[in-house]
């Protein structure tokens, strides 16, 4: 005797044949940006001379400092990458505007046989001063100028 299913018995039977379909994959993160080989999500040091300056630029903020002149931080917005140059626009806890343009060029401090990876502008309360940036950790591993 054959037994006659009804279709709701007959979908529940089909349906536990079939395999489950997978979940589909997240999308993989997104690399972080490189800028002349220096990765711009770890901690960068952008630094010059006459008059002697530096900005460090980490992923909690960045913060300037340079010869009698007053320490001022900001948030870190990112990165603003367009080709070989990246950007950082931000306004510091004191209301001063401060952008960090980073070029993927060579460069020279001019007082040392030192060579860096990025050539540094910085615009800091109408003063522009030019400089040289590094990966914090490779500047640590070079040896005292």
Request: hydrophobic content about 40%.
């Amino acid at each position: 005797m054959i037994k006659r299913l009804t279709p709701l018995a007959l979908i529940l039977t089909v349906a536990a044949c079939s395999e489950p379909t997978p979940a589909p994959e997240p999308p993989a993160p997104a690399p972080a940006p490189v800028l002349g080989g220096v990765q711009l999500d770890q901690p960068i040091r952008a630094l010059g001379t006459e008059p002697f300056w530096g900005v460090d630029i980490r992923p909690g903020g960045l913060t300037y400092s340079g010869v009698d002149r007053p320490e001022q931080t900001a948030p870190n917005p990112g990165a603003v990458v367009q080709g070989t140059v990246a950007t950082y626009t931000a306004t510091t806890t004191a209301g001063t505007a401060l952008v960090v343009t980073l070029m993927a060029t060579e460069c020279s401090d001019g007082m040392s046989d030192r060579t860096y990876p990025l050539t540094a502008r910085v615009d800091i309360g109408g003063e522009a001063l030019n400089g040289c940036a590094i990966q914090s950790a490779a500047l640590a591993a070079m040896p005292p100028a």
